[in-house]
Structures are given as structure tokens and as C-alpha cells.
């Protein structure tokens, strides 16, 4: 570079030993250009205008939706928004927040008994609902059907200073951990008690703010709210947000129920009046609803009712008068179609003779006959010299393996490398050694027996006996936890009988199991799909088809209407007319094939708050979403690399399990939240969160045990093992199925030896003295059918 120049000059390429072919290899030739074709510039030109004109469409109706959906939640014609103001803590004051908002919508007007309030200085409708803390069911409820949720925090709350945030208290930590499992709607964070020197307040504020930030979305924001004319920034911003929901509170139309009352038809049976605002999409008159906790039910009738709390009519900005509520005026009603009604089918009936054995036809015993003369027809290769009675006695390998045996029927267990022939597997009936280990029922048990349905009584029981059972289920808890799936065969019951239905698999991953065999009752009167991506595409498409019908079929969202629903328990309609003022009521609309029962599997994980333990095919309350059903699940683990599922005895703490159970249908995505009930004087505890996974009847879920042997004698590779077995029989019905140590040898079982249940292995490997030898054996595991579908029907 010259010294002055403020030019760059570059050192020149070393071309001094380079050809001059070399040097030209880059170059294209003025032959090879006219082979090069041209792009056509028109083609092209064309091509980029359609994608562009195509981008431009993209982004119209993107802005053509967004645009519809804020005329729709912030319109003037949109339902009142639910504002659900949950304190933090107990300390922190709800009531007095709530005042101060509702007399801020409405202008300082009081005594107004109606929750909706329309006000024209906001041009808004707003429902205020204040959760009572302490009330897990009502808050949950309450955070199902809110708009916005406002949590208070007290900046001079000290509920817990033990713990790492004293501004939320444990039930406050309780339900949040369930709001963030069902989904979060739009939320903002109230600021209440801070002081009114500017510098305390500012610094406070930043307190309060760190503390709480954490436990919130990030696009949370925080309002101090001590004054009117915080209230009033706060509405004034408020009003103009677009309010996000989860994405499963779209999928179907809901509606809160404003008043609740029923006709009695006379025949046990009555009709339940349900009026509110319609929410989220259009209602049709010919499909079913779910009454959150009563269950599914048909339409009679929908009344559109004219609106009471109009923002054209309330100019002042008013509440709704209860006699205006009562006298609303109707507008017109819609009355259902029976050809085109959504029938209310629970349960398939099965018909008892489906399965039974009719008379061969003639071409079965026409076939039959053909095979059998191929068989005899069969060439044989004989010994040379052999004669026709000495050909007699030489039986073929076809006809060894069926007859090979000492003890007729007990000839020993098959492995699963295939299919299977296993005895005792199409068995109808339940066998007396169905359970697993009998002398420990609480740990491992199939089928419910009378002591068990008395135990799940605790009227029948002493505080004693509960106290008891309370630790049996404890200790078998534990002991799940140490030793997994192990159990002992019994001393009294010849352990082929015991685990009849049991089988061993050759590899847990790779080994076939027929998802159709030996299938129980239940799966008789249950409903599965063929292909159930694609009847969940066709059922939304059928839904967007019903939701934009005729007007005369269908209900417009945010309608205020009255919802006729028949043929409703009345024992079941005075609890709901007593239960909707204290907790909210909800009525969703619900798809097709909703009301029918399949095996529904969900992913679930122990909330953390809940220690006592959760035993398989316990009774449960699931909440799906606005739906609420008893069930009785079985836990498995989640396999992502094999088509079959380990049972747990237990929900463990700490790790997500699947639960599969017998439910109503229900098409994903869904949240769940699980109760357990605590009897008739407790309100059901929290017990555990998740979501719906699939519908599939047919996945396999595997019970598996482990039967333990200890080494006698150990020469190398061979050993004697004791206890596994208790009579040679069993050894021999056990021989095919492969055995394994705790320190990693594997092998087999050579011969019985002795009476007493002894054995002669041979393992890969020198076996030590102080190992354990396994056997593990499956068998397939079902839910329980419950007793009652809805928590409303016990």
C-alpha cells in the first residue's frame, strides 16, 4: 500500500507457472453457450406474481380473522366478559376490589342483585365473579369459563414468610399450578395496600413485581389498584386488549349459566332450564350438551331470548334487574329435528349370541375332507426296511408337538414369539386366581371383591379400620416403589393354576401380542375407530357445517338464550339449581360421538401436593375439559419405542404415566385435572394433572411379575435354584420361558429336581451365590367399568 494513498492495492495472482489451459478452466466455451437454455422471462415473471398475489391473499384473510375475532370479544354485540378476581392469599380482600370495579362500570350505581353490568363510558359488559379462596372446585370452575383473570396480591401480605414467596399463600400455589394446567386466558397481576409515600410505593412495587414475576406468563402485566383512578387506567386499557383463550375453549360452544330452574314432567324425570350467554361458537338445536358434573342430555327446545343488558338500552351504565332477568322477552324458539338429531348412544349393546359356535357349513366340510385326505396322501420317508406296522409306531414332528407330554393338559407354558395357543387365556368366566399374590391383596388385585367394595364404603368402617387399610395401602406403596413387580408363588395353589393367564414374552418390544384376543365383557359395549385422525377431521368439518346452517337450526354466538334440556334426573336438576350460586354451572355443546363410551388414554403426572398414595382402578373424578366423569383407571408407563405399555400399581410422584380408562369420547387437545374424592363430608382432593393423549381400545397395556428363585448350588454356568417353584409340575409348565438374574446373566430352565419345586439352570455366564434368578411374566391389564358416569349421579 503506498504510503500517502488512501486506495488498497492487492497483491497480483501468481500466474507464472500456470498454463494456459489452467487458466482457462473456468471459462465456458462459445460452443457449450448455446447449449445453456435461457430462462423464460415471461414464465418467470408470471410465477412471481402468482406468489406474490398469493402472499397478499395469506395476509388479507390472516387480518380479515384477526379483525373478526376483536369485533367479537370486544364489540358492542359480544357477551359480557367474565373477570374472575382470585386473591393470592387469604389475607388479601377480594370483596372490596370487586365493589370498587362494579361501581366503576356502573357509573355509582348500586343495589342491583344481577352479576352482568353494561357500561357506556367503556363500552363494555363485564361479569365480576370473586373465587372464594379456600373453594378449590368453585375457583376451577371459575377459571374454565374467565375472559380475564385478575390476581390479587396484598403488598403488605405475609401469609407464609417461610416460604420462598410470602405473596402467595398454598392454596394460592394450588391453583395456579391448575390454572397453567388448564390453559391461561388473558391475566393481569392487582397491586393492592401499597403505601402512598411515592418512594415506599415505588420500591414495593419493584418488590411485589420480582417476587411474583416468576410465576406468571411474561406478558403479564401489573397494576397497582388501590385507587378509583387506577381502576379507571386499568378499564381503559382493558377495553381495548384483544383477550387470548385456550385453544380448547373454541373448539366447542359453552355457555355460564346467569339462572337455573327445572319443570317437573311427573315421570321421575324433569326439564332443566339453563339461561346465559352463548359463548366461543354457534349451538345447534340438534346437538347434545354436557352439564358439567350431571352428564350428557338432548335439547328440547333453545330460546333466544331478547338481551337485558343491551349497551343500547343501558346508556347510564346499569345493572340487570332480577325481574328483567325473569321476564325476558323471547324472540323466537328453535325446536329440534328428530331426522337430523344427535341420538344420546352411551353404550353399545352387545348381542350374548355373536360369539357362539354355529353348525359347519358344507364348504367347511367339504375343505375339511380335502385336508384330511391330503394328510393321508402325505409321503413319508421311512427307514429302508421298514414294515407297515413299525411305520405305525413312528409318529411325525406334527404330531409331537401336541402329544409330547406326561401330564395331559399341564404340558407346559408357551412363549410368546408369535402368536399365541395359551390355556386359560379364552377363558369368559373369572377364575379364583385372577389376582396377582394373594396374600397381599391391597398390592396387586384384578378384580373387586366384596371386602373391597366395603373398604371403599367408609360409612361401614371404624375409624380403626380405616386407619388399617390407610397403612396396608401405605406399606404397599412402598414396597412397590423397593421391589417392583415381585411376587411369590403361592405355597397351597399350584402356580400354574395361579398364573394361568399370564405368558412370557421373548422380548417385551418386539414380541407380537394380538390386541384381539381374549378380550373382556366391557369391550362388548364400547365404541372404537377405524382410522381416528380421520374421523376427527370429518367430525370438525361436520361441525363447522352445522355451525354455519340454517337459522332456523342454529343458535349465534354471544346470544342470550334459555336452553331446554330433557329428560334430566330431578334428583340431579335440585342439586344444579341449588349448586349454580356459589360455583359457575356450565352447559357446553358437544361434537358428534362425544356421548358414546371407548378406552381413553391420557397423560397424567401427581400433582406435587398431594402425598397419599394413588393405587390402579381406584375411583377418580377426571375433569376433561368443561366435562366431569367418575372413572377407574389403570397407570402405565409411556413407551415412545414399542406398541405395548408396562401397568403400574401405582401413580408414581415425579414422572408422567399414561391413564387408561373407560370414559365418554372425547377429541383432543383437552386438559385434565384429576380429584379424589375424601367422602361425603370433604370436598374432593387434587390428586393429579395431564391431558388426553388418544382413543385407542387397543393398545396394549401389560400387568407384569416377577417370580424370584435363590441359587443352592452353583457349579460355573449350572445352578440348583430353590423357591422360585413349589412342585415339580410347575417347574415343568414354566420350562420354555426364559430366566434372568439381578446382575445380568440369563438362561434357562434345564429339568425339575426333587419335590419340592427345586430346579437345574444353565445361564450364560458363571452365576455368583448371592444372586437372584428371575422369571418375568405378563398378562394384559383393563380399566375398571365404574358404577356411576357423573359426580352429580352418586
Known amino acids: 500500500m503506498a504510503g500517502g494513498s488512501g486506495a488498497q492495492v492487492n497483491k497480483s495472482h501468481k500466474t507464472r507457472f500456470a498454463s494456459k489451459s489452467s487458466r482457462n478452466i473456468h471459462k465456458t466455451s462459445v460452443k457449450d453457450k448455446s447449449k445453456i437454455s435461457k430462462p423464460d422471462r415471461n414464465v418467470m415473471k408470471g410465477a412471481r406474481a402468482a406468489r406474490l398475489q398469493r402472499n397478499k391473499m395469506m395476509r388479507e384473510q390472516k387480518r380479515a380473522t384477526l379483525l373478526k375475532e376483536k369485533r367479537a370479544s370486544s364489540g358492542t354485540a359480544s357477551a359480557p366478559r367474565v373477570i374472575v378476581l382470585f386473591g393470592l392469599s387469604a389475607s388479601t380482600s377480594v370483596s372490596s376490589l370487586a365493589g370498587d370495579l362494579l361501581v366503576l362500570l356502573s357509573n355509582g350505581h348500586t343495589g342491583i342483585q344481577f352479576p352482568a353490568v353494561a357500561s357506556s363510558e367503556y363500552r363494555l359488559r363485564a361479569t365480576v365473579l370473586e373465587a372464594p379462596h379456600g373453594d378449590f372446585m368453585a375457583c376451577m370452575e371459575m377459571a374454565k369459563i374467565a375472559d380475564l383473570i385478575v390476581f390479587v396480591a396484598s403488598a403488605n401480605c405475609s401469609s407464609d414468610r417461610g416460604s420462598s414467596n410470602y405473596y402467595v399463600d398454598e392454596f394460592g400455589f394450588q391453583c395456579l399450578s391448575v390454572f397453567r394446567s388448564l390453559g391461561l386466558p388473558s391475566s393481569a397481576v392487582f397491586l393492592r395496600d401499597l403505601p402512598s409515600d411515592l418512594k415506599r410505593r415505588n420500591e414495593l412495587k419493584k418488590t411485589c413485581i420480582s417476587s411474583l414475576s416468576s410465576e406468571f406468563p411474561e406478558d403479564c402485566k401489573f397494576y397497582p389498584a388501590d385507587s378509583k383512578d387506577d381502576l379507571h387506567k386499568f378499564m381503559f386499557l382493558f377495553k381495548e386488549q384483544r383477550l387470548t383463550v385456550p385453544h380448547w375453549r373454541t373448539q366447542r360452544p359453552y355457555l355460564m349459566a ?146 409330547d407330554s406326561e401330564d395331559g393338559p399341564d404340558n407346559g407354558m408357551v412363549v410368546d414369539e408369535g402368536e399365541y395357543d395359551y390355556p386359560g387365556q379364552g377363558d369368559g368366566g373369572k377364575s379364583d386366581f385372577e389376582d396377582d399374590q394373594a396374600s397381599l391383596k391391597l398390592r396387586d388385585s384384578d378384580d373387586e371383591t366384596e371386602a373391597d367394595s366395603m373398604m371403599m364404603d367408609n360409612e361401614n368402617l371404624t375409624k380403626e379400620q380405616i386407619e388399617e387399610d390407610i397403612r396396608k395401602i401405605k406399606e404397599a406403596h412402598a414396597e412397590d416403589e423397593e421391589f417392583p ?256 438374574t439381578k446382575l445380568g446373566r440369563r438362561g434357562r430352565i434345564k429339568e425339575p429336581v426333587g419335590t419340592h419345586g427345586a430346579m437345574k439352570c444353565i445361564l450364560n455366564g458363571v452365576l455368583q451365590q448371592n444372586d437372584t434368578v428371575c422369571m418375568s411374566l405378563f398378562k394384559r391389564a383393563y380399566p375398571k367399568w365404574p358404577q356411576h358416569w357423573f359426580p352429580l349421579s352418586t
Open 258 to 403: 346467569q339462572k337455573v330452574d327445572m319443570v317437573d314432567d311427573g315421570s321421575g324425570k324433569c326439564t332443566l332450564l339453563i339461561t346465559g350467554y352463548l359463548r366461543a361458537r354457534n349451538l345447534s338445536v340438534n346437538q347434545l350438551v354436557h352439564v358439567s358434573g350431571a352428564g350428557d342430555f338432548q335439547l328440547g327446545k333453545i330460546q333466544l331470548l331478547k338481551d337485558p343488558c343491551s349497551l343500547s338500552v343501558k346508556k347510564d351504565g346499569d345493572f340487570m334487574d332480577a325481574d328483567e332477568v325473569q321476564d325476558s322477552q323471547v324472540i323466537r324458539s328453535l325446536l329440534p329435528d328428530p331426522m337430523k338429531q344427535e341420538p344420546l348412544l352411551v353404550e353399545n349393546i352387545p348381542d350374548p349370541l355373536e360369539g357362539e359356535q354355529t353348525w359347519p357349513t358344507e364348504a367347511e366340510m367339504a375343505e375339511a375332507d380335502r385336508v384330511h385326505k391330503e394328510k393321508k396322501q402325505k409321503k413319508r420317508t421311512l427307514p429302508r426296511g421298514t414294515s407297515d406296522y413299525q411305520a405305525a409306531w413312528i409318529v411325525d414332528d406334527s404330531d409331537v408337538s401336541g402329544s
Open 485 to 740: 413387580d415381585e411376587v411369590d408363588a403361592p405355597v397351597d395353589v399350584p402356580a400354574r393354576k395361579r398364573f394361568a393367564k399370564y405368558r412370557g414374552l421373548k422380548s417385551f418390544r418386539t414380541s407380537s401380542w394380538d390386541p384381539k384376543e381374549s378380550l373382556p365383557p366391557e369391550y362388548a359395549r364400547i365404541f372404537a375407530f377405524d382410522n381416528f385422525t380421520r374421523t376427527h377431521k370429518h367430525v370438525l368439518s361436520k361441525a363447522l357445517d352445522m355451525e354455519q346452517g340454517s337459522i332456523s337450526e342454529c343458535v349465534p354466538v354471544n346470544s342470550y338464550v334459555t336452553l331446554h334440556i330433557r329428560e334430566v334426573p330431578i334428583h340431579i336438576a335440585s342439586k344444579l339449581c341449588i349448586l349454580w350460586k356459589t360455583m359457575p354451572v356450565i352447559a357446553c355443546g358437544l361434537l358428534q360421538h362425544e356421548s358414546k363410551i371407548s378406552v381413553l388414554h391420557f397423560r397424567i403426572k401427581k400433582h406435587e401436593t398431594y402425598n397419599e398414595p394413588i393405587k390402579a382402578k381406584e375411583e377418580l373424578i377426571f375433569h376433561v375439559g368443561f366435562r366431569q366423569f367418575i372413572t377407574r383407571p389403570t397407570f402405565a408407563s409411556d413407551n415412545f419405542n414399542s406398541d405395548k405399555h408396562k401397568m403400574e400399581r401405582f401413580l408414581h410422584a415425579g414422572r408422567f404415566s399414561v391413564a387408561s380408562v373407560y370414559a365418554p369420547i372425547s377429541f383432543p387437545p383437552l386438559p385434565l385435572i384429576v380429584m379424589k374424592s375424601r367422602g361425603d363430608s370433604l370436598a374432593p382432593a387434587l390428586a393429579a394433572v395431564g391431558s388426553l393423549k388418544c382413543i385407542d381400545p387397543d393398545k396394549i397395556i401389560l400387568k407384569k411379575i416377577i417370580l424370584t428363585g435363590y441359587p443352592q448350588r452353583v457349579s460355573k454356568s449350572k445352578a440348583a435354584v430353590r423357591y422360585m417353584f413349589h412342585n415339580p409340575e410347575d417347574v415343568k409348565w414354566f420350562k420354555p420361558v426364559e430366566v434372568w
